[in-house]
């Protein structure tokens, strides 16, 4: 063997990188006169865009390829290859820089070196092999730790998603009787649009039973792909040191779970208003003596689970029992209120309430956003307009209470909400009396609210009249 291959080739160190440790291919010249190789300075962003000698910033695309650099890189690589034997070319455990083992392991450029890669980690913590491998088994044992936590959540969201289908399922049953009530009360003419209003509900049904179960089965696909990536890391944990660390960056990277967790959707249930609501009014106009109509019908998917809907969703009462429904983001859950099916972004409308003798209720109207998963006392700073009764004492639930003089008990409360001049006004409408007028420039859409309280009698809503012009 030639003596001179021991010796260090000429500017070896001169013609290293100081990203990737290797002579420089394709290097690229930076602001601060020092070069890097172009695929290194790609993936820049590792060191935020610093020159890794000087740490100076740099920008990206002002760099220029540094032609006499690289040449002089071409030229270095064929000195070494006229000179260096087949027998020592890089081999596995070994550097490819200095063909020698490896033997430490950088902390910071997480990767192992040798003996003589030192001078370019001269400012790095460096370990032993033996040392360095436990430090990133237990980086990496972490992310295992949060990835078993992931697969804990996702069954439980499996199981959450599978009530939503059964609670789907039963919302259609519902329906389902109410429809086929009502038509055959309308009978022999209606038979027709009895159809079509099952086939509507039965598509919507469809289509949100099959975008649940795909989202099942998503969930039980991430499930079993984060089995499978735990599986796959806690293998490679068990190779020997040095392949576990010249593998760690890939397998840090492979830990992080970048996919979102599924959950449900704002409209992942059925529209029940749609199908239900006001159904008599809607199939058959003409028929204004045997049907009702209601401006305002109540949306099950925003009752808290202590009340209870009436089939036409027209009356709302305390439940006996805390009834089982999905925690979807519409409902209230722990106040005890439901909304309105429609809501308001401009215009005037108005319905009726019949409290009767219930000792204690809150009608109004209340933003989009108003909180669903946390107490809060209602109030206009709140987002809620309303009304209301406590301990015999009627209150307009404003920032400061204000109680209002009632003369006479009003058992029917009517509601007129003027969205565009920012007005809701309360009335007795048995006597046509004037409760009280709230007052806000409305920013966002506008939803009735009904706080029944916790009573065997029912609040109703009541039918409006009815005008059919033609």
């Known amino acids: 063997m030639d003596e001179d291959m021991d010796e260090p080739l000429p500017l070896q160190q001169d013609l290293t990188c100081p990203v990737c440790r290797l002579i420089f291919t394709d290097p690229v010249l930076l602001q601060c006169s020092h070069s890097i190789c172009r695929v290194c300075l790609q993936r820049s962003s590792e060191f935020h865009h610093k020159c890794p000698l000087c740490r100076d910033v740099f920008e990206e695309g002002r760099a220029v390829a540094n032609r006499a650099l690289s040449s002089a890189c071409d030229t270095f690589r064929q000195q070494v290859s006229s000179r260096q034997p087949k027998q020592q070319q890089p081999v596995e455990g070994t550097c490819n820089l200095h063909l020698k083992p490896l033997e430490l392991y950088c902390e910071r450029d997480e990767e192992p070196v040798c003996v003589d890669c030192v001078t370019h980690h001269n400012m790095h913590r460096l370990w032993p092999l033996k040392e360095g491998a436990p430090i990133c088994k237990r980086e990496l044992g972490h992310r295992v730790q949060v990835l078993e936590k992931k697969v804990e959540s996702y069954t439980q969201t499996t199981q959450m998603l599978k009530n939503a289908v059964d609670h789907i399922k039963y919302q259609a049953s519902q329906a389902e009787k109410q429809i086929k009530a009502e038509f055959v009360r309308l009978h022999e003419i209606l038979v027709a649009e009895e159809a079509l209003r099952l086939k509507a509900l039965s598509t919507e049904e469809d289509q949100k039973i099959a975008a649940m179960n795909e989202l099942v089965e998503r969930t039980n696909k991430g499930i079993v792909d984060l089995k499978e990536l735990i599986d796959s890391?806690?293998?490679?944990?068990?190779?020997?040191?040095?392949?576990?660390?010249?593998?760690?960056?890939?397998?840090?990277?492979?830990?992080?779970?970048?996919?979102?967790e599924p959950c449900l959707s704002n409209d992942s249930l059925l529209d029940m208003g749609k199908h239900v609501g006001s159904l008599g009014f809607k199939i058959w106009k003409n028929m204004q003596t045997h049907v009702k109509y209601y401006p305002v019908v109540l949306n099950p998917n925003t009752a808290s689970p202590w009340l209870s809907l009436s089939p036409d969703l027209s009356e709302v009462k305390e439940s006996p029992e805390r009834l089982t429904a999905p925690n979807n983001p519409e409902r209230f859950d722990p106040c005890v209120f439901v909304l309105g099916a429609e809501g308001y972004t401009s215009g005037k409308h108005k319905w009726d309430i019949n409290v009767g003798d219930n000792p204690k209720w809150v009608v109004g109207v209340c933003k989009e956003s108003v909180a669903r998963k946390k107490k809060f006392t209602v109030s206009s700073a709140r987002g809620v307009w309303a009304i209301g009764l406590s301990e015999g004492v009627y209150t307009a639930l404003t920032s400061e209470r204000k109680q209002l003089q009632v003369q006479e008990r009003p058992e029917i409360i009517q509601i007129k909400l003027n969205f565009d001049k920012g007005e809701v006004s309360f009335w007795n409408k048995g006597s046509s009396k004037h409760l009280v007028t709230l007052t806000h420039t409305f920013d966002e859409k506008m939803f009735p609210i009904f706080g029944p309280g916790l009573h065997s009698t029912p609040v109703v809503l009541v039918p409006g009249k009815i005008a059919v012009h033609t």
């Open 233 to 260: 890391l806690k293998k490679e944990m068990d190779n020997e040191d040095l392949a576990f660390l010249q593998n760690f960056q890939t397998l840090k990277r492979k830990a992080w779970w970048k996919t979102k």
